[in-house]
């Protein structure tokens, strides 16, 4: 299956860089969510260029958005723990989670620290992580 990096332009200037299998549905979801911080008429969508892997296409996205000078997406990733502006936990809590986690308290946990039983199980099963 091809991937397809693509960029999204308002009067011809790029303001967002991204990578696709199927270009014809996330140009809906951006013009069509209002959700999406694109969600306008005047935008346009250019296909950049085409890729056999997944992983190709993400590296030629990251080198795009270097250029426009945007926040690449390896960037965003790499933005776990408190560095995340989303986190909803501390490093610190995060360590007393996993100290105090026994098996049928996760809902319990998740109370007391404004997460869901999932958020919990992920934080315990080390799919959550921490920068310390």
Not at 53 to 63: G, L, R
């Amino acid at each position: 299956m091809k991937h397809y990096v693509y960029e999204l332009r308002i009067n011809n200037i790029p303001v967002y860089v991204g990578e696709t299998k199927n270009p014809t549905q996330r140009m809906y979801f951006h013009k069509g969510n209002r959700k999406s911080k694109f969600y306008q008429d005047r935008i346009e969508m250019f296909i950049v260029k085409e890729f056999d892997t997944k992983k190709e296409a993400f590296e030629y996205q990251c080198y795009l958005q270097t250029q426009y000078k945007f926040v690449t997406d390896r960037q965003k990733m790499a933005r776990t723990g408190e560095k995340n502006p989303k986190t909803k936990l501390t490093n610190e809590q995060v360590l007393e989670i996993r100290g105090s986690y026994i098996k049928g308290n996760g809902a319990e946990l998740g109370r007391k620290y404004g997460v869901s039983r999932m958020v919990i199980g992920k934080i315990v099963n080390v799919k959550s992580f921490i920068n310390l």
